[in-house]
């Protein structure tokens, strides 16, 4: 068929929505069709297989729970929450809400 899809956006690390003019890679008719539910504006096409969890496609959730385990390591051999929170660039808030979670 000769259609060039743009290739999926990412910009440093983050992926945000492309959008691509159905005229451009779609057949007519099957435009025509679709015009019939939906006039116009943006329509969102989900993936096959579904949702991604925030920060999977990414790494960041894995690095996060790293992260989060270091704090409570570092926090059950005696480190403060204080001295954690100064460690981690977090609130002290934010690391009693980490060592909190098991």
Known sequence: MGVRFPPHGEQKGRSFIRYV????????????????Y???????VPRLGGR???????????ELAERNA????????????EALAREYCLSPDSIRKIVKKN
């Open 70 to 81: 270091r704090i409570r390591r570092d926090h059950r051999a005696g480190m403060s929450v």
């Open 21 to 36: 003019n159905a005229e451009d890679i779609l057949p007519p008719s099957l435009v025509e069709e679709i015009r019939r």
């Open 52 to 62: 991604v969890r925030w920060g999977e496609s990414s790494g960041l959730r894995a």
């Open 38 to 44: 939906f006039p116009g504006g943006a329509l969102y």
